[in-house]
Every structure is written in structure tokens, then in C-alpha cells.
């Protein structure tokens, strides 16, 4: 108490640590005498001078004075240390008033006390063993006593050390607002090249190079973005070979054409409470199948700038793809359907390209399968009808392609016809391509990438019809689409036959399996009108009294229309969630 009132006129952490400073002349000079003192003489003379006892003769005896002594001498280190850097928390971040800070003050004057407290029963014990060099040191109470204030001041600690972390989870936080909100400002700003935008989102130090090159594998700076148009690729760990290949093939496909030529960087985004040694090989992995840029390590992204993605751009789970100018304006915020649509005519990747592109495009064969396979177009080139069809049930499939092939010879009409498979079913599409290769129904994606680019650039013109507002009451395409997509999520299978680019009929399958078994009924006018045309004509006066049509899109993907009608009647669908976890 004298002490406190000596140092009235300090602050607390000055308290402490001018009493742990005056503590260490003392506590410095006994240790150093008495260790030294066995093996050097001057330290030994000046041990028989003050009186200090021997320690190598009274080792056992003195063991748990200094055990107890050094314990407490730690802990009230440790909460000097603590009450100090409480003092150093930035004040523009965090006040006094602020919850865990005041809670913090209030604990603290009580802390300095039992710091101050604990240095005086350790110099009380230092100055005891002083004058005992001769003496023998039988007691433990004043060891005991030691240990006790340990104890207490240990515990103290902890509360300290608890509330020093909420306080650098507040500032933490805030810090990550303002830089959050700093980078909504640089979006809103004016820049004559994109490296401000670029360095707020990657990397804004100079200490390391952040960027891989996935062609050479050798590290690279954020300078050889400088002034280029540049595709972010965010996505999780999650993501599938099948993109990267589509990807690295537009990607080789730009960097051979200058006119137009971007460069591609993928941003991971990692949760790192789950980070682990598994992770970490499937971020090296999917990197090593790159052959643009990536971050060296997903954790150089800062917080803000994983906040400004999620909640500005609307990632959550599926990949997308953000477009920035050479100034490092947004072109896109997910470029992604654009690209899946039209790989690299959609550059610059502007939402005024995106409509530029959209009118020139009507519903037609060339739309459905343009860039998967150029068999397909070389068949209607040809003059042949072309039928697409799919789904994955083998028993339909097999009296389908065997019924359409006695239809075509019957009618002597040249017919083609490709399987197209059923969306998101990676591996059992694998098995029906070994099951199409024993059993020879008919043309076959030989591999799995096509049929997932298939329903991929579907669901891309749906979204991307949706972020331009239309509506399956006034756009073609977008109806055409939706039908499509909703005989996917039946049962059985469906049918689309083609006859040149834009003339179509389609049906789910037991509707096209029975038009075609009645092709006596409609035969006569397929001179007339065409197959195709007589097809539907038929479908028309055929329709079923029952039907039941699913559409399924993937919810992560974001603008999932709040109206859909059926394709088939045009009444509003229902509205059903539905949580999916396939393990194939």
C-alpha cells in the first residue's frame, strides 16, 4: 500500500511495470551473485559479503523457495505484459467504452494490485534468504505462500488474456469494415490502370511475389496484370475438372488470338477453421491443373476482401467468374454464363455484349450444341434429321433408338441421333458411356466433360436470360430452355428432333416413344409438311390428360426466378426446396 500511494500519480500499467523494474535490480543482482558464486571467486566474495546462502550446499532445501519464487516472478510478468498491451491497443479502433475494453478496465487497477502485491512477497523472500548463508532453511510456509499468489495471479491471466483477444477480435473486425468499405470506394473511383483494384483483392504488400504462373510454375507480381483485362476465377476447393478443362481451352484459345486476349487468376476461398493437410494437397492439386495465374496460398486474400466477394458478387459455393478492365472497373460480376454460352466472343464480357450477343441468337440446333461437337452441325449441314435425346433409363432408351431407326428406314428418312445424358450425374453418365459403348443404342458423347458442358450452357442461358429480365412469356429461347430442363428432371427420358437449324419437336419420352410407334398415323403427311412438322403436329392433338414436370436448378447459383410456368400447359409451377446430397 505504501508503494500505491508512492506511484499515486502513475497509471496503472506505469505501476506495475516501474515496481517490476525496480524488483529485476534486486531480484537480478541475488540471482546473478548466487549462481555465480561456485565457479567464479569475485561473485563468491561478494556472496560472503552480503551473507548469501550456498547454493550448491543448500540446493534441496532452497529448491522450493525458488521454484515457488520463479512461478510467481512468470505470472506477474505475464500480467504486466497484458495490462501493457492493453494500453497499446489502437485507440481509433477501440475506446474505453467500447464492452470488452471496459469490461478489461475494471479488472485491471484489481490485476496491479496483486502484480504489485506478488513483486513485495518476492522481494519480502529474497531479502529472508539474505543472512542465511550459515543458517539452515527448513521452512515451506513462506514457499506456500508464494505458490498461493501464483495461483491467484495465474488465474488472473487468464481473465486478462480472454478479454485481451475479444478486444483484438473488435479491432480486428473493425479494421476489416474499413478496409471492406475502402474497397466499395476504389470500385466507385476513377483509376488509370486496374493495380489498386488488383492489390486491394490479392495482395496489397510488396514482401512477396503472390501470384503462381501456371504455365511455367514460377512465382510472378501482381505487375503482369498491369493495364489487362482480367478474370477473377473464385471459387472453393470444390471445384471440378470438367470447368478447369473448359476453361484452360478458352483460356490457350485467347492467348493465341490477340484481339482477344485476358488473363485468368483464381482466387480460392478457404474457410480456415477446416484447413488441413487433405486441403492444402487439394489446393496444390487443382493449381498443378491451371495454366493461368493463382494465389500462392488462399490465406493472402484479407477478410474484407473475402467479405466484399460473398456479399457484393454473391458468391457462395458455385465458381464464377469477375470481369475487370484494364482500369479495373467490373465488367461482369460473374461472366461465367456468358463464357459457358459463347467462350471468347463474349469478350470484353460487358453486360452490353451479353445483349448484343443474345440478339443475334434464336432458338436452334447450333445454339443447343455449339462448341461440344461439330458432328451434330455437319449432320444438319447435311440436310439429315437430327434427334437429340436423353436420360437414363436403359429400357426406354434402348425401345426409343430402336423404334426411331424402324420409323427413319420406313419413312426413308436419313436420321442421327446423339445421347445427351442427364445433368449433374457425373459418375453414372460414366457407366452409361460404358453401357452405350457394349450395346450400341446409338452416337454417344464418349465423355463425361461434353454432357456436363451440355447442361451447363443451359442453365447459363436460363440465368443469363434471367439477369437481362426476361421471361418465358416473352422470350423464346429462355421457354425453349426451360422445357428442356424441366424433361431432365423427370423420370424418363425425352426426345428432340431437329430438322435444319430452327425447325424442332420435342417430347418427354413416352410421349415421343408413342409418337413414333404410330408413325402410320401421321405418315402420310410427312411429304407435305416434313417429319418434323407432322411430328408435331401429332404431339399437338396428342397431348397426355396427366402430366407431372420438374425443373431443378441449382440454388447456389443465385437468381432463381420467383415464377415459372409449365412448359407443357403454362400453368405456374409450385415452388419446393429441395436438399441434395449425391454420393455416386
Not at 565457479?39 to 547454493?55: F, G, H, R, W
Not at 478447369?244 to 484459345?253: G, Q, R, W
Request: one cysteine or more; proline letters at 3%.
Amino acid at each position: 500500500m505504501v508503494l500505491l500511494g508512492y506511484m499515486s500519480s502513475y497509471a496503472w500499467h506505469a505501476k506495475v511495470v516501474l515496481t517490476l523494474a525496480a524488483f529485476a535490480v534486486i531480484f537480478g543482482e541475488f540471482w546473478l551473485v548466487a549462481q555465480l558464486s561456485a565457479e567464479n571467486t569475485l561473485a563468491k566474495s561478494v556472496a560472503l559479503l552480503k551473507q548469501l546462502p550456498d547454493l550448491a550446499e543448500n540446493f534441496m532445501s532452497l529448491k522450493p523457495h525458488f521454484e515457488a519464487l520463479i512461478r510467481l516472478v512468470k505470472a506477474a510478468m505475464e500480467v504486466t505484459t497484458c495490462i501493457v498491451q492493453f494500453k497499446e491497443l489502437p485507440s481509433e479502433y477501440i475506446s474505453e467504452d467500447t464492452p470488452p475494453m471496459s469490461v478489461a478496465s475494471t479488472h485491471i487497477p484489481i490485476a496491479s494490485y496483486w502484480v504489485i502485491r506478488s513483486i513485495v512477497a518476492c522481494a519480502s523472500q529474497i531479502a529472508s534468504l539474505i543472512g542465511t548463508r550459515n543458517e539452515s532453511i527448513s521452512s515451506t510456509t513462506e514457499a506456500w505462500e508464494l505458490s498461493s499468489l501464483a495461483h491467484k495471479v495465474t488465474s488472473i491471466h487468464e481473465h486478462l488474456k480472454n478479454q485481451l483477444i475479444l478486444c483484438y477480435q473488435y479491432i480486428d473486425d473493425k479494421r476489416h469494415i474499413e478496409a471492406f468499405h475502402n474497397l466499395t470506394r476504389l470500385f466507385e473511383t476513377v483509376h488509370v490502370d486496374n493495380m489498386k483494384i488488383l492489390r486491394a483483392l490479392i495482395y496489397a504488400k510488396d514482401d512477396i511475389l503472390p501470384l503462381v504462373d501456371g504455365t511455367t510454375k514460377s512465382r510472378a507480381s501482381l505487375e503482369v496484370l498491369r493495364r489487362k483485362h482480367v478474370l477473377l476465377l473464385i471459387s472453393d476447393l470444390d471445384l471440378s475438372q470438367e470447368e478447369i478443362l473448359v476453361l484452360d481451352n478458352l483460356y490457350k484459345d485467347a492467348r493465341s488470338r490477340g484481339d482477344t486476349h485476358y488473363e485468368m487468376v483464381w482466387i480460392p476461398v478457404v474457410d480456415k477453421a477446416v484447413w488441413n493437410d487433405v486441403n492444402k494437397q487439394k489446393f496444390e492439386y487443382l493449381q498443378s491443373l491451371m495454366a493461368w495465374y493463382s494465389v500462392c496460398d488462399p490465406f493472402i486474400i484479407e477478410p474484407s476482401a473475402v467479405k466484399y466477394i460473398k456479399e457484393v458478387w454473391n458468391f457462395s459455393k458455385t465458381a464464377i467468374l469477375v470481369a475487370l478492365d484494364p482500369q479495373g472497373r467490373l465488367s461482369s460480376p460473374n461472366a461465367v454464363h456468358m463464357i459457358w454460352i459463347w467462350g471468347n466472343l463474349a469478350f470484353p464480357f460487358t453486360s452490353e455484349k451479353e445483349e448484343s450477343l443474345w440478339k443475334q441468337e434464336i432458338w436452334s440446333l447450333e445454339l443447343l450444341v455449339d462448341g461440344i461437337d461439330p458432328t451434330v452441325l455437319e449432320w444438319m449441314a447435311d440436310g439429315k434429321l437430327v434427334c437429340l435425346y436423353g436420360g437414363e433409363d436403359l429400357e426406354w432408351i434402348e425401345k426409343f433408338t430402336a423404334t426411331a431407326l424402324s420409323v427413319a428406314k420406313a419413312g426413308k428418312f436419313q436420321l442421327e441421333m446423339v445421347y445427351v445424358g442427364k445433368s449433374n450425374a457425373k459418375e453414372r453418365m460414366q457407366k452409361m458411356i460404358k453401357t452405350f459403348n457394349t450395346r450400341k443404342f446409338s452416337y454417344f458423347w464418349p465423355n463425361v466433360t461434353s454432357i456436363w458442358f451440355f447442361w451447363t450452357r443451359l442453365e447459363s442461358m436460363l440465368y443469363s436470360k434471367l439477369q437481362h429480365g426476361r421471361t418465358v412469356e416473352n422470350d423464346e429461347v429462355m421457354s425453349e430452355v426451360m422445357t428442356v430442363l424441366s424433361f431432365d428432371g423427370s423420370d424418363r427420358g425425352w426426345a428432340i428432333f431437329c430438322n435444319g437449324a430452327t425447325e424442332m419437336a420435342r417430347a418427354k419420352g413416352d410421349s415421343a416413344l408413342v409418337c413414333l410407334q404410330d408413325f402410320d398415323k401421321w405418315k402420310d403427311r410427312v411429304e407435305e409438311e416434313g417429319v418434323v412438322q407432322a411430328m408435331k403436329d401429332y404431339l399437338d392433338k396428342n397431348k397426355p390428360p396427366h402430366h407431372c414436370n420438374r425443373l431443378i436448378l441449382p440454388g447456389s447459383t443465385g437468381g432463381i426466378p420467383q415464377k415459372v410456368v409449365c412448359a407443357e400447359c403454362g400453368r405456374q409451377m409450385e415452388k419446393y426446396f429441395m436438399y441434395r446430397c449425391c454420393v455416386e
